[in-house]
């Protein structure tokens, strides 16, 4: 964890594809924002109208998640925020939930 953005930005990227393209994997080694930023510049839909459907989908995770029961009891870790979008829509879901327990 101390070798990828976990440590100083709270996450870090597994992998993205895009299409038409090779998927790319090998980033766990990326620490910095502007890295990170960087990657995340290439995987992100163009379209603006997309941009603000993901923030507000982000957002709307993240108040789902502050108001949740199960999240405030329990310790969620390495989940992961799966991003799919294509030239019309964009859709993101948590995944990943096999090593939730609950917290001390």
Not at 12 to 33: F, H, Q, S, V
Not at 70 to 89: M, N, P, Q, R
């Amino acid at each position: 964890e101390q070798l990828s953005s976990s440590s100083n930005l709270g996450f870090r990227i597994e992998g993205y594809k895009t299409n038409g393209k090779p998927g790319a994997k090998d980033m766990k080694l990326l620490k910095n924002r502007d890295d990170v930023k960087c990657k995340l510049v290439k995987f992100m839909p163009k379209s603006k109208a997309l941009h603000s459907e993901l923030i507000a989908r982000l957002k709307h995770l993240q108040k789902l998640f502050s108001q949740s029961e199960f999240f405030a009891k329990h310790e969620v870790i390495g989940s992961s925020l799966l991003i799919i979008h294509d030239s019309t829509k964009v859709g993101v879901w948590m995944i990943d939930f096999a090593k939730t327990i609950p917290a001390p």
